[in-house]
Nanobody, 121 residues
Framework: QVQLVESGGGLVQAGGSKRLSCAASGSILSINTMGWYRQEPGKQRDLVATVSSGGSTNYADSVKGRFIISRDNAKNTVYLQMNSLKTEDTAVYYC???????????????WGQGTQVTVSS
């Protein structure tokens, strides 16, 4: 009923920049917090950054000062601008959204399919 579609992943050199996008669509009444998480092979999925519906942001210490999360509420889209990328940023990046659905009205958490970001040295 709700889909999250990510885009913008790929290969980038260390020190470079990349911008991820995630658009939510479907039976949406409103979206609360949206965020980005990442996961390396064999490891748990970790928080990268979140943004509330009002624009308050939260970042993992490892990305503070380098990554910027933002959202366009009219487009139900969240962005992650990644600057000064490091090889240790290599991971699959997942979009997350806490959605209030229509018909029936209920609140659920949704994940995107993931997009690979590879930072080469």
């Amino acid at each position: 009923q709700v889909q999250l579609v990510e885009s913008g992943g790929g290969l980038v050199q260390a020190g470079g920049s990349k911008r991820l996008s995630c658009a939510a669509s479907g039976s949406i009444l409103s979206i609360n917090t949206m965020g980005w998480y990442r996961q390396e092979p064999g490891k748990q999925r970790d928080l990268v950054a979140t943004v509330s519906s009002g624009g308050s942001t939260n970042y993992a210490d490892s990305v503070k000062g380098r990554f910027i999360i933002s959202r366009d509420n009219a487009k139900n889209t969240v962005y992650l601008q990644m600057n000064s990328l490091k090889t240790e940023d290599t991971a699959v990046y997942y979009c997350n959204a806490n959605v209030v659905q229509r018909f029936p009205i209920r609140q659920r958490n949704y994940w995107g399919q993931g997009t690979q970001v590879t930072v080469s040295s």
